[in-house]
């Protein structure tokens, strides 16, 4: 037991920032509660459950503060985006943008309708969350869960009404108008990151990728095989003289992305070591002029795109056989084992994404209402911020430790197993959370 108010008292002085953004006595008595409930025990993380583990005498007061209680959120989000960036921001970050699914029975809980849950790889009942995750060495801190509503909850003004959707979200809006709404808050919030990251999803949207680029961003995403790129060296024809046409035409067609990469040499690639060994894939890369520019009629045939931005097409064929295709507008001198890192990067926001669920209870919430559900939400990321901070300053304990008794030893020729690269001392939030149950057991 003593193990367990040690972590929780550890809680509760990280959680201070946040508790002064919450003003109210009652909400900041609730907050480590609520907290603690999701990194503790058990295996369902809704509030009778975790009011029952905690001890409380009943769950109305949990639920108040999730559900029902009158605060705003924003000052919360505000200082967990300040806590992502101190715990991994600077200029070797990354922002992966993603969405994340939460299967749904029924039909009132705000957002839930059958569309496209990448995680199940298909079509499920069930609510998409826009996520945006920091991640820098192969940890991430997700910082941004929004809900998006699919058309038949706008067009549905009382439904909108009965799930408490605040007036400014219940216009459409696609999944890259959010995720570019939440960057702007990002950026608007000092934090600090290099590359922007996002799957097929988001990568074949072009007003996606050019507001990244309007905002002076670097991006790396995931595109469909077929999307159309010219090579680099495409050129603008003016119209001939006495010719009825009167606008320039590119001297070359466009082509797919895999077209494209089909003649280009591939090599293997490896972009770092995991838990099982080296990971590689062959990749092959080419620079490009994306093909969305604007709209005319090219060749006789209507409706074409001219050369647009400059770009780095890129091709991975993995071990299993399956051939993916990205693009990215890093710089023109950029190697392809770079672009691969970076590309690959975007992995860790699936990782925390499958750890906000099923450890820390993210689609665990019953409630239907849209502002228990964000609430929610944000305090799931609370507590997986809460579990990297503590991770991370035992792992930089552990180098401090190593440090002094490396100094204290005798200088010796390095073995072969010492030559290995390190594993990455943080890759996962587990290590922190399993600690915390053992404790609590």
């Known amino acids: 037991m003593a193990s367990n108010a040690g972590w929780q008292s550890e809680l509760e002085g990280w959680l201070q920032p946040f508790l002064k953004a919450l003003v109210h006595p009652a909400r900041q008595a609730m907050c480590p509660l609520y907290v603690a409930g999701l990194i503790g025990p058990g295996d369902r993380k809704s509030v009778q459950p975790m009011a029952e583990r905690l001890g409380l005498l009943g769950h109305d007061a949990l639920h108040h503060f999730i559900a029902a209680g009158v605060w705003d959120a924003g000052p919360l989000e505000a200082a967990l985006m300040r806590e992502a960036d101190r715990l991994v921001g600077g200029r070797g970050a990354f922002l992966i943008v993603d969405d994340t699914a939460l299967p749904k029975k029924g039909t009132r809980s705000v957002g839930v309708a059958p569309q496209y849950a990448s995680a199940l790889g298909k079509t499920a009942n069930c609510q998409t969350l826009v996520s945006l995750t920091l991640a820098r060495g192969e940890v991430p801190v997700p910082f941004t869960l929004r809900l998006f509503l699919p058309e038949v909850w706008t067009c549905d003004a009382a439904r909108l009404e009965r799930a408490g959707v605040p007036q400014d979200w219940r216009t459409p809006r696609t999944k890259p108008e959010m995720a570019l709404a939440e960057i702007d808050r990002a950026v608007a919030a000092g934090m600090r990151f290099g590359p922007v990251l996002a799957d097929a999803g988001y990568g074949i949207s072009a007003t996606f990728r050019a507001g990244l680029s309007e905002r002076g961003l670097r991006w790396a995403v995931g595109i469909p095989r077929i999307l159309k790129v010219y090579p680099a060296d495409v050129a603008l024809l003016p119209p001939p003289s006495g010719s009825r046409r009167k606008l320039s035409e590119p001297d070359q067609i466009s082509r797919s992305a895999e077209d494209i990469l089909a003649?280009?040499?591939?090599?293997?690639?490896?972009?770092?070591?995991?838990?099982?060994?080296?990971?590689?894939?062959?990749?092959?890369?080419?620079?490009?002029?994306?093909?969305?520019?604007?709209?005319?009629?090219?060749?006789?045939?209507?409706?074409?795109?001219?050369?647009?931005?400059?770009?780095?097409?890129?091709?991975?064929?993995?071990?299993?056989?399956?051939?993916?295709?990205?693009?990215?507008?890093?710089?023109?001198?950029?190697?392809?084992?770079?672009?691969?890192?970076?590309?690959?990067?975007?992995?860790?926001?699936?990782?925390?994404?499958?750890?906000?669920?099923?450890?820390?209870?993210?689609?665990?919430?019953?409630?239907?209402?849209?502002?228990?559900?964000?609430?929610?939400?944000?305090?799931?990321?609370?507590?997986?911020?809460?579990?990297?901070?503590?991770?991370?300053?035992?792992?930089?304990?552990?180098?401090?430790?190593?440090?002094?008794?490396?100094?204290?030893?005798?200088?010796?020729?390095?073995?072969?197993?010492?030559?290995?690269?390190?594993?990455?001392?943080?890759?996962?939030?587990?290590?922190?959370?399993?600690?915390?149950?053992?404790?609590?057991?």
């Open 263 to 441: 003649q280009a040499t591939w090599q293997k690639v490896t972009w770092r070591r995991g838990t099982k060994g080296r990971l590689s894939a062959d990749f092959a890369a080419a620079r490009v002029r994306v093909a969305d520019g604007p709209a005319q009629q090219i060749g006789g045939r209507p409706a074409q795109h001219l050369p647009g931005e400059a770009a780095w097409v890129v091709g991975e064929r993995r071990a299993s056989g399956e051939t993916k295709y990205y693009l990215s507008n890093l710089l023109a001198h950029t190697g392809l084992k770079t672009l691969a890192a970076t590309i690959k990067a975007r992995w860790a926001c699936e990782q925390a994404h499958q750890q906000l669920k099923e450890e820390l209870g993210l689609d665990h919430f019953e409630g239907r209402s849209w502002i228990g559900l964000h609430r929610h939400a944000l305090m799931t990321m609370l507590a997986y911020a809460f579990l990297q901070h503590r991770r991370l300053a035992q792992a930089k304990r552990g180098k401090k430790v190593r440090r002094t008794s490396a100094s204290a030893e005798p200088a010796r020729h390095p073995r072969r197993d010492d030559r290995r690269s390190p594993a990455s001392p943080l890759t996962t939030a587990l290590p922190a959370l399993r600690q915390i149950r053992r404790r609590a057991a």
